[in-house]
């Protein structure tokens, strides 16, 4: 039992080095983030110090991640990622992939509401696909609704916004990629 623990704690500090790295974070940001020294973070990731609740905590919440991922527990019962959900202006979103700086997927749930259009910009490429309810996107001069089954690509340089008509709740998938990035969704005729 003893040379288990040891052998899991010594993963965990190539694994914090990793997932720093991962991230883009230096030692430097990481201890403003979670208020532990850069010495000791170094000496974490070099495994000179030994992981506690108390260090591994708060090095969990600034990266985003569980506790798991940082100690290596091999996985119990139910397999699939259950990742907190985002609340951002009253719109409320579930991360499908942890890939911080390439294709993000997200599921999103808008609320019953009706919102004047704030259309805005920045770098990127963005798909949106209506699972339930109606989703209103004004991109651009176009101002257009989806159903369910529906869905629409456009670059983020384009001034958009998206939300409900005010009819009912809307749940979408939207993935977003970095500029340049496109994704493609192409369906064949019968016959072809």
Do not use: C, N
């Not at 997927?105 to 704030?118: H, I, S, T, V």
């Not at 939207?174 to 969704?185: A, N, T």
Request: glycine share 12%; net charge positive; hydrophobic share 35%.
């Amino acid at each position: 039992m003893r040379d288990d623990t040891d052998q899991v704690l010594a993963g965990v500090g190539p694994r914090l080095r990793r997932i720093r790295r991962e991230r883009g974070a230096t030692l430097a940001g990481l201890s403003a983030a979670t208020g532990i020294s850069v010495s000791t973070l170094s000496r974490l990731e070099s495994g000179l110090r030994r992981p506690s609740l108390d260090l591994l905590l708060p090095i969990a919440r600034a990266h985003r991640v569980p506790l798991d991922e940082l100690v290596g527990a091999p996985p119990v019962g139910d397999p699939r990622v259950r990742a907190e959900p985002i609340k951002r202006d009253g719109r409320t979103y579930w991360p499908l992939t942890r890939q911080p700086g390439g294709l993000q997927a997200f599921k999103g749930l808008e609320p019953q509401r009706q919102l004047e259009p704030d259309p805005r910009t920045h770098e990127g490429y963005e798909w949106l696909y209506v699972l339930s309810g109606r989703l209103r996107l004004v991109l651009g001069e176009h101002d257009v609704v989806l159903g369910p089954g529906e869905a629409a690509e456009f670059e983020t340089r384009v001034p958009h916004w998206f939300g409900s008509t005010g009819e009912g709740p809307v749940e979408f998938l939207s993935l977003f990629g970095p500029q340049g990035e496109r994704m493609h969704v192409r369906a064949k005729p019968k016959g072809e």
